[in-house]
């Protein structure tokens, strides 16, 4: 069971960049996306399960309903964090978003602190140590 989460933006990352965080951390790959979709195929869901394998999961319950403007709405706070409870390896919480201040990853990691998860926000592309948040 995991109680450690780490947010990532993959917005102005790579593919092989976004793997060796995910094996570095040796955790597991949550994607919080409302739809796991990207314009650029190396993020989406069917690219992402391909590289990754069981290192990704996709986590909808974690996504903002209003992704695509308005207030943020987590589709299922609960359900997400007993899903990531349930991991047996470090959570890194994915969306494309480069800036956390502005995601709704930032509220979902602030719910997560509360309730006594470690939680960081992972550094700038190319620097490969969390920083708490």
């Known amino acids: 069971m995991t109680r450690q989460a780490y ?6 990352r ?11 951390l040796d955790a597991v790959l949550v994607d919080i996306r409302f739809a796991p ?3 650029n195929p190396a993020f989406r869901k069917a690219s992402l399960q391909a590289a ?10 974690f996504g903002n ?9 987590i589709v299922d706070y609960e359900a997400g964090r007993a899903a990531l409870e349930a ?4 959570a890194l919480l994915m969306c494309m978003c480069r800036d956390p201040a502005a995601c709704h990853r930032f ?10 998860f470690s939680v960081g926000e ?12």
């Open 7 to 12: 947010g990532i933006g993959y917005s102005g």
């Open 107 to 116: 509220v979902i990691m602030e719910r997560l602190r509360a309730e006594g």
């Open 37 to 39: 979709y990207s314009r």
């Open 52 to 61: 990754l394998g069981s290192r990704y999961v996709h986590l909808g319950v």
């Open 87 to 90: 991991l047996e390896r470090p």
């Open 14 to 24: 790579t593919m092989d960049e976004l793997e060796r965080i995910v094996q570095a």
């Open 65 to 73: 309903r209003n992704y695509q403007g308005g207030p943020v709405d």
């Open 122 to 133: 992972w550094d700038e592309p190319g620097v490969y140590q969390p920083r708490l948040l």
